[in-house]
């Protein structure tokens, strides 16, 4: 059985089992990633241990990924892992990390680690997840080929949208009451971020209604009012992040479940970045990503985030407050709205110019049928006409048959048989 949506998910992490070095960039991220998750969960327990750790050990995976990155761009990544044999880019393995505990050392006395490890990285990651997100949801209708809209059809996007407003305010109003009842301390400042990120999303989802109503009559308006309902969904599970309750003791199931959608998210962007490259490995453009390249960007990226994640929890254990640790959750319930309505309207640019730039068939003349002419009569046949440029040539034809037998009758050559005989 195919599962369109599974498929895409599957086919988009193959990119990173093509190649004994994409496998092994992703064993390396995997290992990163784990141990940086496990010291942010035993940050709860032990958060001034968890968190030195984190600070001087973790960001060390996201420069070797930085560094990796880098020499992908300039197409050396074979001297940071081996396609021929896994013992020799352990043996790589071992040079890099050195050289990734020297940079990030630089990177400490400098002070440009926090530019780097927030700025861009931590960021990056967050408007990547915006991206992808929004691109996702928008290519999904794109496969659902609507030729005619009837009531029933305009009834369902409707009830689409009006579902997005009931998934946000339902959702703000449900996990406001589940915390307040629930939470052990009260943080008004968290409250207050998961209100204004609900505002935005219900902003963003009037401004959708309003494009969705000028796109009626196109196609685009299937992927505006999906978009709008993605969109919801991921609000609501910001909000829940934020809005989750706090208790005095250690809740393993709220461990587990934030462990595995963080994994899931990783995976999901992988497999959205193996699909963007499988799409463009066709495509006739200067701008050519390598496979290392991108797989390195994106593990800088998601590596980045998790370090400076796992840092806002454990300081946000040290301090006592709240909002530190679902600081991560507040960027992301402000950015993915505003990145979503960006892509909206990039998308209603890019589908109108294809029906502008899509060829218009040409008009092929149909053949001429002739009238059949009516019994009895005798259909002229046209004559044969020589067109001939030289006069004295044109002496020389004989222009009856007369003037046939006459010549050859003075001629002294034998008489040639007839076609008769």
Same mark, same amino acid.
């Given at each position: 059985?195919?599962?369109?949506?599974?498929?895409?998910?599957?086919?988009?992490?193959?990119?990173?089992?093509?190649?004994?070095?994409?496998?092994?960039?992703?064993?390396?991220?995997?290992?990163?990633?784990?141990?940086?998750?496990?010291?942010?969960?035993?940050?709860?327990?032990?958060?001034?241990?968890?968190?030195?750790?984190? &600070?001087? +050990?973790? /960001?060390?995976?996201?420069?070797?990924?930085?560094?990796? %990155? $880098? !020499?992908?761009?300039? *197409?050396? #990544?074979?001297?940071?892992?081996?396609?021929?044999?896994?013992?020799?880019?352990?043996?790589?393995?071992?040079?890099?990390?050195?050289?990734?505990?020297?940079?990030?050392?630089? &990177?400490? +006395?400098? /002070?440009?680690?926090?530019?780097?490890?927030?700025?861009? %990285? $931590? !960021?990056?990651?967050? *408007?990547? #997840?915006?991206?992808?997100?929004?691109?996702?949801?928008?290519?999904?209708?794109?496969?659902?080929?609507?030729?005619?809209?009837?009531?029933?059809?305009?009834?369902?996007?409707?009830?689409?949208?009006?579902?997005?407003?009931?998934?946000?305010?339902?959702?703000?109003? $449900? !996990?406001?009451?589940?915390?307040?009842?629930?939470?052990?301390?009260?943080?008004?400042?968290?409250?207050?971020?998961?209100?204004?990120?609900?505002?935005?999303?219900?902003?963003?989802?009037?401004?959708?209604?309003?494009?969705?109503?000028?796109?009626?009559?196109?196609?685009?308006?299937?992927?505006?009012?999906? !978009?709008?309902?993605?969109?919801?969904?991921?609000?609501?599970?910001?909000?829940?992040?934020?809005?989750?309750?706090?208790?005095?003791?250690?809740?393993?199931?709220?461990?587990?479940?934030?462990?595995?959608?963080?994994?899931?998210?990783?995976?999901?962007?992988?497999?959205?970045?193996?699909?963007?490259?499988?799409?463009?490995?066709?495509?006739?453009?200067?701008?050519?990503?390598?496979?290392?390249?991108?797989?390195?960007?994106?593990?800088?990226?998601?590596?980045?985030?998790?370090?400076?994640?796992?840092?806002?929890?454990?300081?946000?254990?040290?301090?006592?407050?709240?909002?530190?640790?679902?600081?991560?959750?507040?960027?992301?319930?402000?950015?993915?709205?505003?990145?979503?309505?960006?892509?909206?309207?990039?998308?209603?640019?890019?589908?109108?110019?294809?029906?502008?730039?899509?060829?218009?068939?040409?008009?092929?003349?149909?053949?001429?049928?002739?009238?059949?002419?009516?019994?009895?009569?005798?259909?002229?046949?046209?004559?044969?006409?020589?067109?001939?440029?030289?006069?004295?040539?044109?002496?020389?034809?004989?222009?009856?048959?007369?003037?046939?037998?006459?010549?050859?009758?003075?001629?002294?050559?034998?008489?040639?048989?007839?076609?008769?005989?």
């Amino acid at each position: 059985m195919d599962i369109p949506v599974l498929t895409r998910f599957v086919n988009g992490l193959k990119l990173f089992f093509q190649s004994k070095r994409l496998r092994w960039f992703f064993l390396i991220f995997i290992l990163s990633t784990l141990f940086t998750l496990a010291f942010r969960e035993l940050g709860n327990f032990f958060p001034q241990f968890s968190g030195i750790v984190i &600070l001087f +050990i973790g /960001g060390i995976f996201p420069t070797f990924f930085m560094l990796t %990155a $880098f !020499l992908s761009l300039l *197409g050396l #990544q074979r001297f940071v892992a081996s396609e021929e044999s896994y013992a020799k880019s352990f043996a790589y393995f071992i040079v890099w990390i050195i050289a990734s505990i020297v940079v990030y050392t630089v &990177l400490w +006395i400098t /002070g440009t680690v926090f530019v780097i490890m927030v700025g861009i %990285a $931590f !960021l990056g990651w967050i *408007g990547f #997840q915006a991206y992808l997100s929004s691109r996702t949801a928008l290519g999904y209708a794109e496969s659902v080929q609507i030729k005619s809209r009837s009531r029933v059809v305009a009834f369902l996007l409707g009830t689409l949208h009006i579902l997005s407003y009931a998934i946000v305010i339902g959702s703000f109003v $449900f !996990l406001f009451i589940w915390y307040s009842v629930t939470t052990a301390v009260f943080d008004w400042a968290v409250v207050g971020a998961a209100g204004f990120g609900a505002l935005l999303a219900l902003g963003f989802n009037f401004l959708n209604g309003f494009i969705m109503i000028r796109e009626r009559k196109r196609a685009t308006v299937d992927n505006l009012a999906l !978009l709008g309902l993605f969109i919801a969904a991921y609000v609501a599970y910001f909000l829940y992040n934020i809005l989750k309750p706090v208790s005095a003791s250690i809740d393993f199931f709220s461990l587990l479940v934030d462990a595995s959608m963080s994994i899931f998210f990783i995976l999901y962007a992988m497999s959205s970045v193996g699909l963007t490259l499988a799409s463009r490995a066709h495509l006739d453009t200067r701008l050519k990503i390598s496979s290392e390249l991108a797989a390195t960007i994106t593990f800088f990226f998601a590596s980045g985030y998790f370090v400076v994640q796992a840092l806002f929890g454990t300081l946000a254990a040290l301090s006592g407050g709240l909002i530190g640790e679902r600081i991560p959750d507040v960027i992301k319930l402000f950015v993915f709205p505003f990145v979503a309505l960006l892509m909206e309207l990039l998308f209603i640019r890019r589908h109108r110019k294809e029906l502008e730039a899509a060829p218009v068939p040409e008009e092929v003349p149909l053949p001429a049928v002739e009238e059949a002419e009516p019994e009895g009569e005798e259909s002229e046949v046209p004559q044969p006409t020589v067109d001939v440029e030289d006069e004295t040539l044109a002496e020389d034809i004989p222009s009856s048959e007369e003037d046939f037998v006459d010549e050859n009758e003075d001629s002294d050559e034998p008489e040639s048989e007839s076609w008769d005989e």
